[in-house]
């Protein structure tokens, strides 16, 4: 059964930084989607970056140059390390995966930027 479990949230000064990790299990074949979504009350969850199985990368306006997208593949691992973080980085982070057509969904870590 697939299952994308994250870890890493928590709480960061403004200007600091954090990684966050996401295990994926259950994927029999190579995936070749990976990426990170957030999402604060009442707004849309939005893309944050993906990364493809051949390592190439996307990221929202609002985080490039700040956050680095990558991924093990051997481990079915990806992670965002992000830096110089912001107030408004604030959010629920979701790790995501998209395999054989179909969306995947982690439950989500909370990352609060506040001094």
């Known amino acids: 059964q697939a299952q994308l479990v994250e870890s890493g949230g928590g709480l960061v000064q403004p200007g600091g930084s954090l990684r966050l990790s996401c295990a994926a299990s259950?994927?029999?074949?190579?995936?070749?989607?990976m990426g990170w979504y957030r999402q604060t009350p009442g707004k849309q969850r939005e893309l944050v970056a993906t990364i493809t199985n051949h390592d190439t990368t996307d990221y929202a306006d609002s985080v490039k140059g700040r956050f680095t997208i990558s991924r093990d593949n051997a481990k079915n691992m990806v992670y965002l390390q992000m830096n110089t973080l912001k107030p408004e980085d604030t959010a629920v982070y979701y790790c995501y995966v998209r395999y054989t057509a179909m969306d995947y969904w982690g439950k989500g870590t909370l990352v609060t930027v506040s001094s």
């Open positions: 259950g994927f029999i074949l190579s995936i070749p989607l």
